[in-house]
């Protein structure tokens, strides 16, 4: 008996066929498994999401460089390029907005988020937000099982955790300017956050030192685990140590609610570009940064809450406002901010200044 030999170029398309029919399972709706149960729920493409701003009043750099700063709130653009590349728009909050003013508004909005700054780790405009948000998306659970997905990043997770504490557990901490790779908990596996999320990027982030940390406060793993509440709502899912040795909780996610924390800023690496911070713009950083974008407005995807006319959506939406360019103010953290006037008097000493604003400031009136 000879053998029996195939050609080379027909071995190949053998292959490439059986590669084809058993590896590759059929596309669903997301081209990737990523949100496979969470996009059948998607009630809403035109999510819109509120996002505090803060006074400048502790950006000394900006205020004395930066025409129109008087008096205002600020939010680095970073933010709000983060939300719009995965698909929404955002709405400003400002930190001194009324209580029935901002009633009014989140039932028009899908989710908020609670961006890092460096002022009011007390129960100052920036908490007392936080609470109001944080206490209408219960009650949207619980009353109706509706989902107001909140992220908070930097000092924002921290603020939600002292929420559901009860008590002040922040600690002051060295966490500032660095890049860290994440101490994953083991509950990472069974969490929304990042239980789905691909196995590159889970080993690339536990691995290199992609987590960008910029903070002075945090929640140490010790308070956390002392404080029976925190342990009951929350799971944790990754730690790391300052450059002190405390340890604390540097992801997490609320077991009954669609919260979630970051204590490091995943919105700087495709969007901040100071020399003066240590950001990580290798590819695992950016697509870590978009994965969590995608994530979280995949989740405000299942609020199904908008405004009732086009003229009021764009009353709210950033898209339209100025951006001003700070990327050059020498010790600025931001490349480009918004700002909007506040209601409150402001606790700094405003110095005139002679700074010119250069062309590039005017860029974002032509959005
Ligand atoms: C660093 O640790 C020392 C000793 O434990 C403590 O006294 C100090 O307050 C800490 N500093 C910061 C910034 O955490
Ligand atoms: C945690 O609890 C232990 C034992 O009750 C106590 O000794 C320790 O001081 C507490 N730590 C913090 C940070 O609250
Ligand atoms: C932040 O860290 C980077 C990288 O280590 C360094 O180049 C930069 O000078 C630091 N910034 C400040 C303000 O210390
Ligand atoms: C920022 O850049 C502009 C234009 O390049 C320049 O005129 C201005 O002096 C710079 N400002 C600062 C604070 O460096
Ligand atoms: C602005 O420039 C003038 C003239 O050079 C100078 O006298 C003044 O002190 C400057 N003001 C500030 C706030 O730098």
């Not at 080379?8 to 990523?34: D, E, R, W």
């Not at 299942?302 to 405004?307: A, D, G, K, Q, V």
């Not at 898209?319 to 409150?344: A, F």
Request: charged share 20%; aromatic share 12%; proline share 6%.
């Amino acid at each position: 008996m000879g053998n029996i030999t195939i050609p080379k170029s027909l071995f190949i398309l053998l292959v490439f066929i059986i590669q084809c029919c058993t590896k590759h399972a059929p596309m669903g709706t997301y081209p990737t498994n990523y949100f496979k149960k969470t996009v059948p729920r998607f009630k809403n493409n035109r999510p819109m999401i509120g996002v505090l701003t803060v006074g400048l009043d502790m950006q000394e750099q900006l205020i004395n460089h930066v025409p129109d700063v008087k008096g205002k709130a600020y939010v680095g653009s970073s933010y709000i390029k983060f939300l719009e590349s995965a698909g929404a728009r955002a709405v400003p909050i400002i930190e001194d907005i009324d209580e029935k003013e901002l009633a009014a508004l989140l039932p028009k909005l899908s989710g908020v988020l609670l961006p890092g700054n460096d002022d009011d780790t007390g129960d100052g405009g920036y908490y007392k937000r936080v609470k109001q948000i944080l206490q209408y998306s219960k009650m949207l659970k619980k009353k109706n099982q509706i989902k107001f997905p909140v992220l908070g990043i930097c000092r924002g997770a921290q603020r939600m955790l002292v929420y559901m504490s009860g008590s002040d557990s922040q600690l002051a901490a060295d966490a500032v300017n660095m890049s860290l790779p994440l101490k994953w908990h083991s509950s990472r596996h069974r969490s929304r956050l990042f239980g789905h999320a691909p196995s590159g990027l889970v080993e690339a982030i536990e691995k290199k030192p992609i987590a960008f940390f910029h903070s002075n406060f945090v929640i140490p793993t010790e308070s956390f685990y002392n404080n029976t509440k925190l342990k009951r709502k929350v799971r944790v899912l990754s730690t790391n140590v300052d450059r002190n040795g405390t340890k604390f909780i540097s992801s997490y996610e609320v077991r009954r609610y669609p919260w979630y924390g970051l204590q490091w800023q995943p919105e700087k690496a495709p969007f901040e570009f100071s020399t003066k911070l240590a950001v990580d713009h290798s590819p695992a950083s950016i697509m870590m940064s978009q994965y969590i974008a995608n994530f979280f407005v995949g989740q405000t995807k299942e609020n199904p809450h908008h405004f009732a006319s086009l003229q009021d959506e764009e009353k709210h939406n950033m898209n339209k406002d100025r951006t001003y360019y700070v990327g050059n103010v020498t010790d600025s953290e931001y490349d480009q901010i918004y700002l909007y006037p506040m209601k409150r008097v402001y606790g700094f000493t405003y110095q005139t200044s002679n700074y010119t604003a250069p062309n590039e400031l005017h860029e974002g009136d032509l959005k």
